[in-house]
């Protein structure tokens, strides 16, 4: 009996220990509205995980902003300073969109433009499922998921319901303006 127990100890010791070694990344984001977290699927999207960490790491997502909300569709952040300033960015990443992840809501998507492999350091969180981003989308190439919202899926909601206003050229920017203000990695 002693021997099972030691054995039957002995596995769930090893079943813990590779769940937490196979865990994925998560980065935590302190905005104005609030805290959450994404966690970054690394297998199925590593250039997107990588250049999203390394972003992390350098402080970029530091005093940015939301400058992008469309209720019902998604927020976008990531590129803006709080007076509306874009920041320089590193070279863009290949698209990673046929990778099989789904821009579901709470699913984290990078933001390009019209060239499929334009992203940079901007993302997207889905507010909403939005099956035309998937690969091909409607543009052929797709938007690359690489995350998920795994807490704080409620100041998403929060965010995703400020009234936008027209800023120069840029439209659907918050009226109140959503503060990231720190993103920090807190999983390996």
């Not at 090893?14 to 104005?32: E, H, I, K, R, S």
């Not at 297998?43 to 250049?51: K, R």
């Not at 990231?180 to 990695?185: G, H, L, N, R």
Request: a neutral charge; hydrophobic letters at 40%.
């Amino acid at each position: 009996m002693k021997m099972l127990r030691f054995f039957m100890l002995l596995c769930i010791s090893f079943c813990l220990y590779n769940q937490a070694a196979y865990a994925y990344p998560q980065v935590q984001f302190d905005t104005t509205f609030g805290k959450f977290v994404v966690e970054l699927n690394s297998d199925l999207a590593p250039i997107s995980s990588e250049n999203f960490l390394r972003y992390v790491k350098e402080g970029h997502y530091d005093d940015t902003v939301f400058h992008r909300i469309i209720n019902g569709f998604m927020v976008q952040g990531g590129g803006y300073t709080t007076n509306m300033q874009e920041k320089p960015t590193r070279e863009p990443i290949p698209l990673e969109s046929r990778n099989n992840l789904k821009n579901v809501k709470g699913s984290v998507a990078m933001a390009r433009t019209a060239n499929p492999n334009s992203a940079t350091a901007q993302f997207f969180i889905n507010v909403a499922d939005n099956d035309s981003l998937d690969y091909p989308g409607a543009d052929g190439h797709g938007y690359a998921v690489f995350g998920k919202i795994v807490s704080g899926m409620d100041v998403i909601d929060k965010i995703r319901a400020v009234p936008t206003t027209s800023y120069g050229t840029y439209r659907n920017v918050p009226a109140t303006p959503v503060i990231i203000q720190s993103a920090k990695q807190i999983s390996q």
